[in-house]
C-alpha cells in the first residue's frame, strides 16, 4: 500500500532535550516536506526537500533540522525542543517537479514539548 | 508571495443543504490550486486539483470547485451534504514546480441532522 509513514504518533518530551520524528515514503517520490499545523494558523511548511541531499527551508524553520540521506527518508531534528513546537506536525510527499502533483500525507505526529 | 485566505473558520450546515466553502487566493499567475479534508486524527487527504483544463473541477465525494480568475476564488461546493462530510478543508497554493505549497488556515465543516 502506497503511504506515507511517521514515527511516533504521540511524543511528550522536556525542553531541551533532543528528539527526531520519523518519516518514510514508499512511493519513489522525489519531494518531501515538513509541516507544523496550529489552530487557526493551518499548516506551516517547515522545510521541504526537491531530491536526496537538497533541502530547502519552508515558512518555519527556525528550531528545526532536516536530511534527506536517502530518497524515502525525512526525518525531522529538534535539537533543543522548546514549548512553542509544541503542534502537530505532519510529513508529507509527491512525485515533485510536476506543478499538479498532490501532497500525500502521513498521519502526523503529536508532540508536547513541557 | 502566494497566499491562501479561507472565509469561515467553521461553517455549519443542515444535512442535504448546499455547502460553500470559501478560498481566495494571491498567487502569481498561474496558480496551481487544491483542496484537502482532514478527518479526525488523520492526515489530509486530497479532494481536488485544479489543473486549468476546465475551470469546474470535480473531485472525490461529490465535492467540485470552480476557478474564477477574475475573482482569484476557488470556493468549494457540494450539493447536498452527508454527515460523513464534518471535517476540516483546506485550501492550498503551490509554486510552479510544486516545491512550496500554502494552506489557508482551514474551515470546519459541521453538518446538522
Known amino acids: 500500500e502506497a503511504q506515507v509513514t511517521q514515527n511516533p504518533r504521540y511524543l511528550i518530551t522536556v525542553t531541551g532535550k533532543k528528539l527526531t520524528v520519523t518519516c518514510s515514503q514508499n512511493?519513489?517520490?522525489?519531494?518531501m516536506s515538513w509541516y507544523r499545523q496550529d489552530p487557526g494558523l493551518g499548516l506551516r511548511q517547515i522545510y521541504y526537500?526537491?531530491?536526496?541531499?537538497?533541502?530547502d527551508k519552508g515558512d518555519v524553520p527556525e528550531g528545526y533540522k532536516v536530511s534527506r540521506k536517502e530518497k524515502r527518508n525525512f526525518p525531522l531534528i529538534l535539537e533543543s525542543p522548546s514549548p512553542n513546537q509544541t503542534s502537530l506536525y505532519f510529513c508529507?510527499?509527491?512525485?515533485?517537479?510536476?506543478?499538479?502533483?498532490?501532497?500525500?500525507f502521513g498521519n502526523g505526529t503529536r508532540l508536547t514539548v513541557t | 508571495a502566494q497566499s491562501v485566505t479561507q472565509l469561515g473558520s467553521h461553517v455549519s450546515v443542515s444535512e442535504g443543504a448546499l455547502v460553500l466553502l470559501r478560498c481566495n487566493y494571491s498567487?502569481?499567475?498561474?496558480?496551481?490550486l487544491f483542496w484537502y479534508v482532514q478527518y479526525p486524527n488523520q492526515g489530509l487527504q486530497l479532494l481536488l486539483k485544479?489543473?486549468?483544463?476546465?475551470?469546474l473541477v470535480k473531485g472525490i465525494n461529490g465535492f467540485e470547485a470552480e476557478f474564477k480568475k477574475s475573482e482569484t476564488s476557488f470556493h468549494l461546493t457540494k450539493p447536498s451534504a452527508h454527515m460523513s462530510d464534518a471535517a476540516e478543508y483546506f485550501c492550498?497554493?503551490?509554486?510552479?514546480?510544486?516545491?512550496?505549497?500554502?494552506f489557508g488556515p482551514g474551515t470546519r465543516l459541521s453538518v446538522l441532522p
Open positions: 508529507a510527499s509527491s512525485l515533485g517537479g510536476v506543478w499538479n502533483s498532490p501532497l500525500h
Open positions: 512511493m519513489n517520490h522525489e519531494y
Open positions: 526537500s526537491m531530491n536526496v541531499e537538497v533541502t
Open positions: 498567487s502569481s499567475v498561474p496558480p496551481y
Open positions: 485544479y489543473t486549468s483544463a476546465a475551470t
Open positions: 492550498a497554493v503551490t509554486g510552479y514546480y510544486g516545491q512550496n505549497f500554502v
